[in-house]
């Protein structure tokens, strides 16, 4: 059975502090990793992943891909309070990529 | 605006009394789907379709049906609605093509009594 797996499930940070959220998965049919930030909403997406070893950066934002161990990460540095939200991982499989499966969510509450 | 809209936002019913949850999307995307989303599970998918009249399971689809008679509606109905489908519900679009993000609706809270 496909598995996205989140780690912590819920964190706690000061405004400034780095945060790193964890995502590993067993999925067949790999095709893609998304992360999506959801508040009180929608998710909106953040990064889509297919490949090992780049790193995508929006701003404080930025994750990365390993196809080999089978993780991504999620860092946000300098946080700020409009980061507290949950954070979503998705990994698309089947031919077309677009069956998604996704994590159970990370909770990141960033304190002023 | 490119956007999903989803109908209604909220929703009471009682157990056993069919309805439907509307899902519109105005950026001509050939993939749809639906999504449930519960404390501690996350977003489960309940059925897809690829495009017009290629619908197909996700993870939980029972107690579900869908449509796709159209490219830009994909209605999901409950037919006989049970208190465990009390959940929040997302219907999402994307391009067919596996680098196309999925796009959501703002969601539809269903409680069933």
């Known amino acids: 059975e496909d598995k996205v797996v989140q780690s912590p499930l819920s964190l706690v940070v000061h405004e400034g502090d780095t945060v790193t959220l964890n995502c590993s998965y067993e999925?067949?049919?790999?095709?893609?990793l998304l992360w999506y930030k959801q508040e009180k909403k929608a998710p909106t997406f953040l990064f889509m992943l297919?490949?090992?070893?780049i790193e995508k950066k929006s701003g404080r934002l930025s994750s990365i891909l390993d196809k080999k161990e089978l993780f991504s990460i999620l860092n946000i540095t300098a946080t700020q309070t409009g980061d507290s939200a949950v954070y979503l991982c998705?990994?698309?499989?089947?031919?077309?990529?677009?069956?998604?499966?996704f994590g159970p969510g990370t909770r990141l509450s960033v304190l002023p | 605006e490119a956007q999903v809209t989803q109908n209604p936002r909220y929703l009471i019913t009682v157990t056993g009394k069919k309805l439907t949850v509307t899902c519109s999307q105005n950026?001509?995307?050939?993939?749809m789907s639906w999504y449930r989303q519960d404390p501690g599970l996350g977003l489960r998918q309940i059925y897809y379709?690829?495009?017009?009249?290629?619908?197909d399971k996700g993870d939980v689809p029972e107690g579900y049906k869908v449509s796709r008679k159209e490219k830009r509606n994909f209605p999901l109905i409950l037919e006989s609605p049970s208190p465990n489908q009390t959940s929040l519900y997302f219907c999402?679009?994307?391009?067919?093509?596996?680098?196309?993000?999925?796009?959501f609706g703002n969601g539809t809270r269903l409680t069933v009594t």
């Open positions: 297919t490949s090992s070893g």
């Open positions: 999402a679009s994307s391009y067919r093509g596996y680098v196309s993000p999925l796009h």
């Open positions: 998705a990994v698309g499989r089947d031919n077309y990529g677009q069956n998604f499966v």
């Open positions: 379709s690829m495009n017009v009249e290629v619908t």
């Open positions: 950026m001509n995307h050939e993939y």
């Open positions: 999925v067949t049919n790999f095709r893609s």
